[in-house]
């Protein structure tokens, strides 16, 4: 099966622009995860997707960053505008079901670099 | 929120040496996932663990759910230059999304 797709696969953008993500997980999973990776740290959860509903999106900066799943398949994560401390990949993640029990399988990311 | 420990946070190892790592939370948790991250590509899961006690195996990699059910460890035996790369322990704080711990930046010297 096609794993998650993810693009661009590198983005440098300056401080105080905008840029977007986007992600298509695997076909016929549910929910959808977008993380931070931060150099030298391990994956955090951004937010959470069940179908096109938010489950989880406590720890998203909500003033600048923003995500959408309008179909149910594809999502796309923004941030607007952006900061240094944003520089960091971006994963995104799927699974079949909320369930995080079997884990998640991971795309490649998208490594922002803001300068 | 939610904090994973792992250790080491770096080894340096050479080629066919064993390996140890672990993994310790504050808070008990009733799966533990243990991933791995090569350069410039997402995690990808190793062995997943869902008993207290439980020991698995996926190859070299022997991973253990400790009896406390606050800690995890993992073992690679006679390493080879592929096992380069970062690994990762993660796990669900209850019904919520996969948390992740630092990870160990493993190195294999030929």
């Known amino acids: 099966e096609a794993g998650v797709a993810q693009s661009p696969r590198y983005k440098i953008i300056e401080k105080r622009q905008s840029v977007a993500f986007w992600c298509n997980p695997i076909?016929?999973?549910?929910?959808l995860y977008w993380y931070q990776q931060i150099l030298g740290q391990g994956p955090k959860l951004l937010i959470q997707f069940q179908n096109n509903g938010v489950v989880d999106d406590s720890q998203l900066p909500k003033d600048r960053f923003s995500a959408e799943r309008l179909k149910g398949v594809d999502s796309t994560l923004k941030i607007q505008p952006a900061k240094l401390e944003d520089s960091a990949v971006y994963l995104c993640a799927s699974s079949l079901t909320k369930s995080a029990n079997y884990g998640y399988t991971f795309g490649s990311g998208t490594r922002l670099t803001v300068v | 929120g939610q904090q994973l420990n792992q250790s080491p946070q770096s080894m340096f190892i050479q080629e066919g040496e064993d390996v140890s790592m672990n993994c310790t939370s504050s808070?008990?948790?009733?799966?533990w996932l243990w991933y791995k991250q090569d350069p410039g590509e997402g995690p990808v899961l190793l062995i997943a663990l869902y008993k207290a006690g439980e020991l698995t195996s996926n190859g070299r990699l022997t991973a253990q759910f400790g009896i406390t059910r606050k800690d995890s460890f993992l073992n690679i035996s006679a390493s080879i230059p592929s096992d380069v790369g970062i690994y990762f322990c993660?796990?669900?704080?209850?019904?919520?999304?996969?948390?992740f711990g630092k990870g160990t930046r493993l190195s294999v010297i030929a």
């Open positions: 808070s008990i948790f009733n799966t």
């Open positions: 076909s016929g999973h549910a929910t």
């Open positions: 993660a796990g669900p704080p209850g019904n919520t999304p996969l948390v």
